[in-house]
C-alpha cells in the first residue's frame, strides 16, 4: 500500500484545546438548560398564585367581601382552603375549589414546582401531598386559622373594605416548616415572624415564607398581584431550606395592624 502523503495527526496540545473548548460550550450548555427550566417553574409558580388569588376574589364576591376561612379543623377530616385532608387529598371539596375549578382538580395548583415530593415531609393524612403554599389566616381570618385560633380570635376577620395597604399584605406565597433535627414539612399557613399571646408579641421560632427561587419567593398579595420578594429583603431563620420572613416584623407584609392588638 502507498503510504498516505502530507497527512498529519492531531498534537497533544490540540487535542487538549478541543477538549477544554468542548468541556467550556458544555458547560455554558447545561448552565443555560438549567436556568430555563428554574425560569420555567418560576413562571408556573407565579401563574399558581394568580389562580389562587383569583379565586378568593370570586370567593368575596359571594361573601359580602370577606376573605376565605384558613381551613376548619373541628370537623374530621379537616377542611382547608386547598382541600379535605384525607389520603389521597380530596381537591375538589375544598374551601376554595368553587371558584377555580378544573385548574385545580388534581391539585397541581396547590403545588409549587420549585419544591417537589421527596424534598419534604408531606403533612397530609398519612404522608399525603396537599399544598406548598401558604395563606396568611392568621390576619385575614383569625377565628378560622388552626393551632392559632384560641389565641387570636377576638381580632376581626378581614374584609376588602378594611384593608388600607393591600399591595404590600401575603395572601398566598412559597411555603416551608423548618422544625429543626431534620424534619422539614409543608405549610398551609403563611405564619408571621411575631405571633400574639395573653397581650404582648413574641417572636415565632418556624416563620415559613420559602425562598426557593433562586433566593425569592413568590407572593400572591391581598390585590391580586403577585411578585418575588428577594430573601435579602427579609431574615432567613432556616439558611439550609431558605426559610424565613419577609422585612423585620409583622408590619407590613403580615399583620399590617398589629400595633392597634
Known amino acids: 500500500m502507498r503510504r498516505l502523503q502530507g497527512l498529519q495527526g492531531f498534537t497533544l496540545i490540540e487535542m487538549l484545546i478541543v477538549i477544554g473548548v468542548t468541556s467550556a460550550l458544555g458547560a455554558l450548555l447545561m448552565t443555560a438548560v438549567g436556568s430555563s ?54 381537591y375538589k371539596d375544598g374551601l376554595l375549589a368553587p371558584y377555580i375549578g378544573q385548574a385545580g382538580k388534581d391539585g397541581d395548583v396547590y403545588q409549587c414546582p420549585a419544591q417537589p415530593p421527596g424534598s419534604y415531609t408531606p403533612e397530609g393524612e398519612g404522608g399525603a401531598l396537599t399544598t406548598t403554599y401558604g395563606y396568611n389566616g392568621y390576619y385575614l381570618c383569625p377565628e378560622a386559622t388552626p393551632g392559632w385560633a384560641s389565641s387570636i380570635k377576638h381580632r376581626p376577620w378581614q374584609n376588602v373594605q378594611s384593608q388600607n395597604t393591600p399591595g404590600q399584605v401575603i395572601m398566598f406565597a412559597d411555603t416551608l416548616l423548618d422544625w429543626g433535627k431534620g424534619r422539614v414539612t409543608n405549610s398551609c399557613f403563611v405564619d408571621p415572624p411575631f405571633v400574639y399571646s395573653k397581650g ?45 420572613y419577609a422585612g423585620t416584623g409583622n408590619s407590613p407584609h403580615y399583620v399590617p395592624d398589629c400595633d392597634e392588638w
Open 200 to 244: 404582648r408579641w413574641s417572636r415565632n421560632p418556624n416563620p415559613t415564607l420559602c425562598f426557593r427561587h433562586s433566593g425569592q419567593a413568590n407572593v400572591c398579595f391581598v390585590d391580586g398581584h403577585v411578585e418575588g420578594i428577594s430573601s435579602t429583603q427579609g431574615t432567613i431563620t432556616s439558611p439550609r431550606h431558605s426559610v424565613g
Open 37 to 90: 427550566r428554574q425560569m420555567a417553574r418560576d413562571v408556573t409558580c407565579r401563574n399558581n398564585l394568580r389562580q389562587l388569588g383569583m379565586a378568593v376574589r370570586l370567593y368575596e364576591n359571594r361573601h359580602s367581601g370577606y376573605f376565605p376561612p384558613l381551613g376548619y379543623w373541628k370537623q374530621y377530616p379537616a377542611r382547608y382552603w386547598w382541600g379535605v385532608n384525607s389520603n389521597p387529598p380530596n
